[in-house]
Structures are given as structure tokens and as C-alpha cells.
């Protein structure tokens, strides 16, 4: 955590901004190690160029906070408190005159905003993301381990998941079975809102879980994420029941054979839209162009969703330690769909597949 404050503070002293203060949870656990969700409370953390930061969070969360291993000043405050006031005033008391001020534009709110500038009038607001995304972009040591012992747990939800499958059961009855054997291995929190999709379900990318029961001769995709101190898993299979049509099975290779190719085009110093139209041009190629309407991937961390997004159009290179997910997909109305997706981590030779679940195609009976 020092290490990143300390780039943090470099940064801010480079442009000649006075202090940064970060409101996202998210990025207050990035610097802080506090993970947190304040609701509707303020929780943030202020990072100058040179003096001491502070974090500020509920006082009922004061201690949490101080376990997580925050080892600077805990501003605390109570439900009749206006804790932007204490803000201007912790922030005053190190920094007399604030001429520039960073924040996260994307995540505050007008309201929160206005507030802001009325208590430092004259100051100049400029976005801290950019340089944020950037931090996070590559993971270190401490981060790689969670990630890690995310996907390994997410490859344990997708085989329970299989293993519950049988005839006339629900989406959400599967759903149910994954998520309690995940309580019972300990996880709080899943990534997002599992997904069980069967049938003609399955041809819609975001589809969502219901009563709708498996039969035989359907396609049954999972996708599911599971949360591991902070860092998110995301993974997807996809499973035949039964029988399968030679459509339903034309889809399923060609989506795992234009993963493979694009994984093989994983390497540092690789532009990553190379790595979505290897896999883009091989379902094109296949006559399903139309049916593929998503990115290739997307960045994976403390956000199940971040930087870099892997898309056709994305010119940066990519560099070792950047994690992202591979996950192409063709989903064909009335027939059903398929998705595959992987989470990995460029490495100094190639590319590292985090979730290993198998993903030849399954026939479950």
C-alpha cells in the first residue's frame, strides 16, 4: 500500500496538484486496504505530495478500518456530522492554500461535486482516474495471490454447478446450489449476479437466471465470479445436455477454437485489439460474425469490470502483469449459445490461463 501512495504522491507533485481525494470504495481499498461499502456515507481517503494522508469513514467503522492496516490519521464521524466540513478542514490543517485538487470524476456525484467546490472555492478539480487505472493496471505479488485463490474457487462453482445439472431442474435451483457451497467454502461475496442460462436462455449474453428448467438437447451456460479479500474471479462454461444438434456443436468448437487462437496471440508488447480480431475473424470466418456482438475481454482486480478493455479498437500494448478475461461467445436466437471465458495474466513468455476449469465441450447426461 506505501508503495502505491508513494507513486500516488509523485504523481501529484509532477502536476502541481496540492492533494488527491479518492471517494471510489474501490480505490479507497487500493490505497488503504479498507474494503468497505459506506452506502450512502462518505468514505475516503486524501493522498498529498508530501504530507501524511488521512482516511475518512464512519466512526463505527473507525476500528475496521485501523485493523485493515491503515497506519495514518482516522477521521470518523457520526450520522448528524457534515463530514465534508471535517474534509476541508483535515485537508486545510496540511495544506493551507489547495490550488488543485484530484478526484474521481466518473464516481462523484453532481451533488457531491458542488458541495466540494463550495467548500474550496477557486480550486481547480482534475481527474485522478487516468493515473489510477494506470497503478492498478499491472497487479503485484500480494494481488496475483488473490487472484489466484479467486479463480480457483470460481472453477470449483462452474463444477458445482455441472454437477447439479439434471432434467426438469431450474436455472435458479442451480444457481441456489452453487452460491450455498460457496457460503459453506467461506466466500462472502460473489463478483456479480451468477448467471444459469439454459436453452434458448442461453443465446442472451446477459441473460438473467429464472424457472425456466433444463430439458434435453440444451446448452446450459455459467458464468460467475467469486470475491477473495477484495479481488474478483469471472469465469464461463458452457455445457451440452443430452443430446446436441450439429449447430449446437458447430458453435461450441468454434467458439473454443477462437479462444485458443487469441490466447496463443497473448504476449507482452502484443497490441490488445490483435488479441480480439484473432478472435473476432475466427468466428467471423466461421459465419457467426453477427452473433459475436461483445468485447473480447475486460480488465479483472479489485473491479470485476476494469482497465484495459480488450476490444478491436484498444491500440495499448499489452505488458506483464496486466490480468484480463478472454471470453468469446456466439449466441444464435431460438438455438442457444455459447461462451468461454478465461481469466489471465500476461507473463514474460506468453500468457497464464488463472481459471483452468476444462473447457472441451461437455456432454451431460
Not at 15 to 25: C, E, K, M, R, Y
Not at 244 to 256: C, D, G, R
Not at 314 to 320: A, G, H, K, P, V
Request: aromatic share 8%.
Amino acid at each position: 500500500m506505501i508503495d502505491r501512495r508513494i507513486k500516488l504522491s509523485a504523481w501529484l507533485k509532477e502536476n502541481d496538484i496540492d492533494v488527491a481525494f479518492l471517494t471510489s470504495p474501490n480505490n479507497v481499498f487500493y490505497f488503504s486496504q479498507f474494503l468497505s461499502d459506506p452506502h450512502e456515507r462518505l468514505l475516503g481517503v486524501a493522498i498529498f505530495q508530501e504530507e501524511e494522508p488521512f482516511l475518512i469513514c464512519a466512526s463505527m467503522e473507525g476500528n475496521e478500518a485501523k485493523n485493515a492496516g491503515w497506519p495514518h490519521e482516522i477521521i470518523g464521524y457520526s450520522d448528524i456530522d457534515d463530514p465534508w466540513v471535517l474534509v476541508k478542514q483535515t485537508i486545510k490543517s496540511r495544506v493551507h492554500s489547495v490550488h488543485k485538487m484530484a478526484i474521481e470524476k466518473e464516481h462523484m456525484n453532481i451533488k457531491r461535486y458542488e458541495y466540494l467546490s463550495e467548500l474550496f472555492a477557486g480550486t481547480l478539480f482534475v481527474t485522478a482516474e487516468d493515473k489510477i487505472r494506470q497503478l492498478r493496471l499491472v497487479k503485484d505479488q500480494y494481488e496475483m495471490i488473490k487472484l489466484r485463490e479467486a479463480c480457483k474457487l470460481a472453477d470449483y462453482a462452474v463444477e458445482t454447478g455441472i454437477n447439479e445439472i439434471s432434467e426438469r431442474k431450474t436455472e435458479l435451483e442451480i444457481l441456489a446450489a452453487i452460491e450455498y457451497e460457496m457460503k459453506k467454502k467461506g466466500v462472502l461475496e460473489m463478483s456479480f449476479s451468477t448467471m444459469v442460462l439454459t436453452g434458448k436462455n442461453s443465446a442472451s449474453p446477459h441473460g438473467t437466471p429464472g424457472k425456466t428448467k433444463i430439458q434435453k438437447g440444451d446448452l446450459v451456460l455459467f458464468d460467475l465470479g467469486v470475491v477473495v479479500d477484495g479481488y474478483c474471479s469471472d469465469i464461463t462454461r458452457t455445457v451440452a445436455f443430452h443430446d446436441l444438434s450439429e449447430e449446437q456443436e458447430k458453435i461450441y468448437e468454434t467458439v473454443l477454437a477462437s479462444q485458443l487462437t487469441a490466447l496463443k496471440k497473448i504476449k507482452s508488447g502484443t497490441i490488445a485489439a490483435d488479441v480480439d480480431l484473432a478472435a473476432r475473424n475466427y468466428i467471423h470466418s466461421a459465419g457467426y460474425g453477427q452473433y459475436f456482438p461483445h468485447r473480447l475481454g475486460h480488465g479483472l482486480g479489485i473491479s470485476v469490470h476494469e482497465y484495459p478493455s480488450i476490444t478491436e479498437t484498444n491500440s495499448m500494448i499489452l505488458e506483464e502483469g496486466m490480468v484480463f478475461t478472454v471470453e468469446p461467445g456466439i449466441y444464435v436466437p431460438n438455438v442457444g449459445g455459447v461462451r468461454i471465458e478465461d481469466d489471465v495474466v500476461v507473463t514474460a513468455t506468453g500468457v497464464e490461463s488463472l481459471t483452468k476449469y476444462p473447457k472441451e465441450l461437455q456432454i451431460i447426461r
